[in-house]
């Protein structure tokens, strides 16, 4: 079964429900041209681990996104690089880590990475 698969690189701009095959565990899709993603992009994912979605053009993402409930771990999110605008519809992020210490969410693990500007 595959469980890893690497799009990083390429020109994909867009993530819709039911693009990844259940089993993966990592996904990397940095250095695209994402801008936008499903909020169940990402769901019924039970294994996933890792998400890499540094370097794309990320100016905003839907908490929901990063849902991890049917998940057997909280996966890890990389989001850094991405041109994000700073507005209320990204508060979320300023206490994604310790939200996730209670379960059903996944971490950023380059959070100091992450920076946004004013629109």
């Given at each position: 079964?595959?469980?890893?698969?690497?799009?990083?690189?390429?020109?994909?701009?867009?993530?819709?429900?039911?693009?990844?095959?259940?089993?993966?565990?990592?996904?990397?899709?940095?250095?695209?041209?994402?801008?936008?993603?499903?909020?169940?992009?990402?769901?019924?994912?039970?294994?996933?681990?890792?998400?890499?979605?540094?370097?794309?053009?990320?100016?905003?993402?839907?908490?929901?996104?990063?849902?991890?409930?049917?998940?057997?771990?909280?996966?890890?999110?990389?989001?850094g690089s991405n041109p994000w605008e700073c507005d209320c519809s990204l508060e979320w992020l300023k206490?994604?880590?310790?939200?996730s210490s209670d379960g059903g969410h996944a971490r950023v693990a380059d959070i100091a990475s992450v920076?946004?500007?004013?629109?």
């Amino acid at each position: 079964n595959l469980t890893s698969i690497d799009a990083s690189f390429n020109k994909i701009d867009t993530l819709d429900r039911n693009m990844f095959l259940t089993g993966l565990t990592h996904i990397y899709l940095n250095n695209n041209n994402i801008n936008n993603i499903s909020s169940s992009a990402f769901s019924g994912l039970a294994s996933l681990a890792r998400v890499e979605l540094q370097a794309n053009k990320l100016v905003s993402m839907n908490k929901s996104v990063m849902a991890a409930e049917n998940t057997e771990a909280d996966p890890e999110f990389l989001l850094g690089s991405n041109p994000w605008e700073c507005d209320c519809s990204l508060e979320w992020l300023k206490t994604v880590n310790t939200a996730s210490s209670d379960g059903g969410h996944a971490r950023v693990a380059d959070i100091a990475s992450v920076t946004c500007s004013l629109a």
